[in-house]
């Protein structure tokens, strides 16, 4: 979509409003049949009051916005501090990712694995059924055409969901290329991905809306042989949005898997070394573990810069040369807000300046928003993220942990050039970070593609408030994708190492490397500065793709030698330096059980190559317990 153009006065864009929502069941001409039949089944089954076709125009999003604002869905922020801007506050029931509720329902239980939710889909479907019946009486429904990567790429894919939620077509207008080029790109042979979308909340007997309309009852639902997704009952973020998690993962990993291509929980980035050789690097670290901070990542040091391509998901498949090239298929950020402020993450502040959409921040008297982490100075008063009135002295967090900003990617000032190149870039490193209070070191090497699929199929985290759980007990994420494959990971695993075989072949699979911000010490307080000092790590990584590093041997893969990261003013002590790269065997040793236990879930599909890493690790701690 186009967004609209900057506006400092408070003055609305009347001439951009058309006075009332178009709500013309009529199909564009440009509709594909197959398209048009799918809608109107659809809506034949949830009886929406209305269908309109988005277009994806400033208009458009102008339209709905106002009717959003006039329904109290949406507040519009001062536009003196942010224009065109506004804040969303969700039913307190409806804050994040709900993982029980979200299901893979292949044909075989098998093949969703045992870290999935697994439904029978002749189970499935008439519960779906039963619960859209009528789901959207008294709404109106929304179509909304999308394309997954820039329109007409090689590597893009197209989508179709159907919501009745203003909010979910918004967002998505932000998130995704939507509406009319997107849908005359779907012609009678092209693949496209259906997904229904409900809040579930029909307004029928005189009912009255809520702001936030949601249902208790929740179903996130997948059908990976179909390439179908089923969504009911939540209207936040991955829940709803449903071409971020449900089809730019879950449903396009197995296409990807299938086509011989990765969909991965990965950011993207280019870094230009002092001598001017351009990297682009992608890494996957868990939910709210820190993807959009290194996306946009400011170095601390001389001579580098880091341009951002994308913060939450990527798209790799070799190219005709065999080199593994990457495109982020979203076209905008829907990032973590508490803990984003000047020092941590300057360029995302930057970046919402106006043109967002925030949920569940806090309100400022003076019609901005903030949330913790923002400014060092807490606002004397604000209303908080479920609309109360807050002072420091409440005792609650003014925004809640996992509150989000929407905003187009091509609004970052640090976005580069080739951030949409329809042939993607070619990725030099691949890391796997995660949220590691122990055991992890700061950085480490992988030995080979191998050793790199082991890691990250081993990738622990501490749970974080992107999805209901217990906030800070570890979990295992391999990969970050726990809650994102769409089928077995163990097979997973094996197409991992499959793709890995090819890109060797000719030569040029990306090195793979391993970090962890988050190691603390016995007094609980992080042993690394992280955010912008991250960079120093980056560059280690990238001065090892250049030849340039060397290598320390550790059980768990190569470190830094000493001095190999510049430590210069950093503040971290000799003492605090070893504790980041300390390999305690026993503790490792233990690790290795666990992992050895969570391998035998996966029984006969587990790949034989990622048993005969666990040895390898166990035999290395074993001599280094011995010296
Ligand atoms: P999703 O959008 O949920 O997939 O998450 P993300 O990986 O993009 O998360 P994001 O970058 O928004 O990180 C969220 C949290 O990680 C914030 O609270 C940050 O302050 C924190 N964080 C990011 N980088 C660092 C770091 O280098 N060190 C420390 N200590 N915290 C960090
Ligand atoms: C995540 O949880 O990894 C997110 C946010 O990126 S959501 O879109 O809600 O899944
Ligand atoms: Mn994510």
């Given amino acids: 979509m186009t967004l609209t153009p900057t506006r400092s006065s408070s003055a609305p864009a009347k001439a951009l409003a058309a006075p009332h929502p178009r709500e013309d069941n009529s199909p564009p001409a440009s509709a594909d049949a197959r398209v048009v039949a799918w809608v109107e089944s659809i809506a034949a089954l949830t009886k929406p009051d209305s269908v309109v076709w988005c277009d994806g125009s400033a208009g458009e999003y102008d339209r709905l916005t106002r009717a959003m604002v006039d329904s109290g869905t949406l507040i519009r922020l001062n536009p003196e501090h942010r224009p065109y801007s506004f804040l969303a506050r969700s039913d307190p029931s409806d804050v994040a990712r709900v993982e029980a509720r979200t299901f893979i329902c292949s044909e075989h239980e098998d093949d969703a694995g045992p870290t999935n939710n697994w439904r029978d889909p002749a189970e499935m479907r008439p519960v779906l059924a039963k619960l859209f019946d009528g789901s959207m009486r008294g709404r109106t429904m929304y179509v909304i055409p999308f394309s997954m990567g820039p329109l007409g790429s090689p590597l893009a894919k197209l989508g179709v969901q159907v919501t009745d939620s203003p909010y979910v077509v918004a967002s998505m207008g932000i998130m995704t290329r939507m509406g009319t080029a997107a849908l005359e790109l779907i012609t009678a042979d092209t693949e496209w991905v259906p997904a229904v979308h409900s809040v579930g909340a029909p307004l029928v007997d005189g009912a009255v809306d809520v702001p936030w309309p949601c249902n208790e009852t929740k179903y996130i639902s997948h059908f990976p042989e179909t390439r179908e997704i089923w969504s009911f009952g939540s209207a936040y973020g991955g829940n709803a949005l449903l071409a971020k998690k449900s089809f730019a993962l879950r449903i396009a990993s197995v296409i990807a898997r299938d086509e011989g291509w990765l969909a991965e929980h990965m950011l993207i980035l280019k870094v230009t070394n002092p001598r001017g050789r351009v990297f682009h690097v992608a890494a996957a670290f868990p939910s709210a573990c820190g993807k959009t901070n290194l996306a946009m990542l400011t170095p601390s040091i001389p001579g580098w810069t880091v341009e951002t391509i994308g913060d939450d998901i990527a798209w790799l498949k070799p190219d005709a040369d065999g080199r593994l090239r990457a495109i982020n298929p979203e076209a905008g950020f829907f990032g973590v807000a508490p803990g984003t402020g000047p020092s941590t993450n300057a360029t995302a502040v930057d970046t919402l300046w106006g043109n967002a959409i925030f949920t569940n921040v806090a309100l400022r008297d003076d019609g901005d928003v903030w949330w913790e982490g923002l400014t060092d100075k807490i606002p004397e008063h604000l209303v908080d993220w479920q609309g109360n009135d807050w002072t420091a002295s409440s005792g609650s967090l003014a925004a809640h942990p996992n509150s989000r900003f929407t905003v187009a990617a091509a609004q970052c000032p640090s976005i580069s050039s080739d951030w949409d190149d329809p042939h993607g870039v070619v990725i030099d490193a691949i890391i796997f970070g995660g949220r590691r209070a122990s055991n992890v070191p700061l950085v480490v090497e992988a030995r080979d593609w191998e050793h790199g699929v082991y890691i990250g199929a081993t990738v622990s985290s501490e749970r974080t408030a ?162």
């Fill in 466 to 627: 992107a999805a209901e759980g217990t906030v800070g007990e570890l979990r295992r994420d391999p990969f970050a994708m726990m809650p994102f494959c769409g089928y077995n990971m163990a097979d997973y695993w094996s197409h991992w190492l499959e793709m890995g075989a090819k890109l060797r072949a000719t030569g040029t699979a990306p090195r793979i490397f391993q970090v962890n911000w988050f190691r603390k010490s016995n007094d609980g307080s992080f042993l690394w500065p992280g955010f912008a000092e991250n960079s120093r790590v980056l560059a280690w990584i990238l001065d090892r793709v250049d030849g340039r590093a060397a290598g320390a041997d550790t059980p768990l893969g190569w470190k830094p030698v000493a001095d190999g990261i510049d430590t210069e003013g950093l503040g971290v002590t000799a003492s605090q330096w070893e504790q980041l790269f300390a390999v305690d065997p026993e503790a490792w040793l233990a690790e290795l059980e666990s992992t050895e236990e969570f391998f035998a879930g996966f029984g006969d599909r587990l790949p034989e190559a990622l048993t005969a890493q666990l040895a390898d690790i166990r035999r290395r701690l074993k001599l280094a317990r011995e010296n």
